[in-house]
């Protein structure tokens, strides 16, 4: 059995979201997590190494990161095809965009929220302007991220365009609430959202 380290209404809901659409069992494992006005507190059951969500147990592995997660649970449930594999097509556009997520957009858009400089030459990802000329650019051209299917990108890099727009961290064009709502529509993002 999957144990997935939840907390509701944090990054372990896309996880959810994957797994609903995997259609695999799971268990979920609540914890507390320390919040940033400081309230809270680290769960010492939490076996992420920073006490963190989401992680995964899977027959004694604990495997975090999020975008680490989704690629480990769509290779190893290939039947409901969330991911392309190894030598198919578009397996390299799918790893980049797992690997947008946590590398580039996150931060790119924390950089706004938190008013932090961008030092060109320094950081590894691209301003919030570029990052949203990107994914606007990219959604322009393609149903979802992988083209003509839904994958676990969409809901990497998709869960993470409809919360930023939903908080005002990314600028919701017209492109953007298109695809919002096309993820909106799907069955597996309204079980996560329950
Ligand atoms: N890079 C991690 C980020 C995980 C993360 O920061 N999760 C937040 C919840 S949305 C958390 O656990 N915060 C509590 C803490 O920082 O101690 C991932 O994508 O899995």
Redesign the pocket.
Known sequence: MLTLIH?PQ???GSIVWLLEELGVPYETRAVT??AADGSGA?DPSNPHP?????ALIDDGQVI????AIALYLTDKFPAARMGPLPGEPKRGEYLSWLFYR?GVMEPAFLERRFAIPHVYGAMGWGTPGEVEQVINDHLAKNRWFLGEDFSAADILVGGGVFYMTKFGMMTETDVVKDYCARLAARPAFAKMMA
Request: proline content about 12%; cysteine-free; glycine content about 12%.
């Open positions: 907390k944090t990054r372990s997590l320390k680290r920073h006490g963190k969500v989401p975090f990161e999020s975008g946590p």
